[in-house]
């Protein structure tokens, strides 16, 4: 079997710095690595629209932002295919099969919807595409035959439902469709990357992010005015490190070699945070030390960026391919489904057989 990879993000916004750790640095190893046969990344319009639907302007004007921001970050098109959900059909019509195999009232169970939906205040008015996205998703992976998903750890409800619809379907139609497997972050923190203001995630909703396109001087802003340890207000105090921001970001991005080169007098970040625990440090160094970090993980993303946005039509065509290749793709696993379904009437003689067996 081929290891096939699916993976994607809504274009509501530009990306940042939460996406990067959490996916698509991952992306870009796992793409490099040549373990995988395959490797789909989708802008995953359609599901944007199921609570834009009112402002289909922003899904679409975020499309090439979000594809500049994937080229930008190494992923790369000889490699890894990149399309518009939007535009590969097939998966709507693979959603429109599955959905008899979900009930309601599983679909309302799902924490993840559950979670989303109060959210986006939905609880009286639910639009029906959007407490559809989990079977819509399972369309999204099956289409591509995908064996593995990178998902963060509050996407594990929506897979473990894609996994459900495939078993049975399998179990209903015989053996088609494959279980994904799921690609979590190498750690904790990947996997939820906190806002610049100490809140759970950061999020272009809650306006506490880094965008990966962020220029040197907001960048530089955005780290200085990050939330630490409160009670920390003179260099002498000992300060917290747990729950701390700037620490925790240099628990992600921080490296031995980083100290070498901006802050010698500490050997590492053990170091570090044991002399801020003691008292003697202050915040305004440690924020200084992480933003010269993210500036050096930065700036070659925003250059490439950059450049990218001088040949907008380069990255249109790659679109364009990559979307003709997922369409393609998709609609070999749609005949095989409609196979299974026997719903593929004038794919060949055998239905025309039967009805002739029948009425004659």
Do not use: W
């Not at 097939?90 to 939906?117: D, G």
């Not at 965008?211 to 907001?218: A, N, P, R």
């Not at 380069?314 to 998709?330: D, F, M, P, R």
């Amino acid at each position: 079997m081929q290891k096939v990879i699916l993976t994607g993000d809504r274009p509501t916004g530009r990306l940042h710095l939460g996406h990067y750790v959490g996916s698509l640095k991952n992306r870009v190893d796992m793409q490099n690595s040549g373990d995988f046969d395959e490797i789909f990344i989708m802008i995953a319009d359609a599901q944007a629209l199921t609570d834009n639907f009112a402002n289909p302007k922003k899904v679409r004007d975020n499309v090439m932002e979000v594809a500049l921001d994937y080229l930008a970050c190494g992923i790369d098109p000889t490699k890894s295919h990149i399309f518009i959900q939007s535009e590969v059909r097939a998966l709507t019509e693979l959603t429109f099969y599955y959905m008899n195999l979900v009930t309601l009232s599983r679909l309302q169970r799902n924490p993840t919807v559950k979670n989303e939906i109060k959210l986006r205040n939905f609880e009286t008015s639910i639009p029906v595409g959007f407490l559809n996205y989990p079977i819509s998703q399972t369309a999204d992976i099956t289409g591509f035959k995908a064996t593995h998903v990178p998902v963060g750890e509050d996407q594990l409800p929506m897979i473990e439902q894609a996994r459900e619809i495939v078993r049975s379907f399998n179990n209903i139609y015989g053996d088609t469709l494959i279980e994904p497997t799921v690609v979590l972050p190498k750690n904790e923190v990947e996997q939820r990357l906190p806002g610049i203001d100490g809140k759970a995630k950061m999020s272009k909703s809650l306006g506490n992010c880094i965008y990966l396109s962020d220029d040197e001087d907001t960048i530089t802003k955005k780290v200085m005015s990050m939330y630490t340890d409160p009670n920390h207000i003179k260099v002498s105090d000992p300060g917290q490190v747990e729950g701390n921001v700037v620490f925790t970001y240099l628990d992600v991005f921080a490296t031995d070699a980083d100290f070498a080169k901006y802050l010698p007098e500490y050997k590492n970040l053990d170091d570090l945070k044991k002399h801020y625990q003691q008292g003697g440090v202050g915040d305004v160094a440690i924020k200084k030390f992480l933003n010269n970090i993210l500036q050096d993980i930065l700036r070659p993303i925003r250059e490439r960026r950059e450049n990218l946005s001088q040949n907008i039509e380069s990255v249109y065509n790659i679109l364009k391919e990559g979307t003709k290749y997922a369409q393609q793709k998709c609609e070999k696993t749609l005949n095989e489904v409609k196979q299974a379904m026997k719903i593929d009437y004038f794919e060949s003689d055998e239905f025309l057989k039967e009805m002739i067996d029948k009425y004659h």
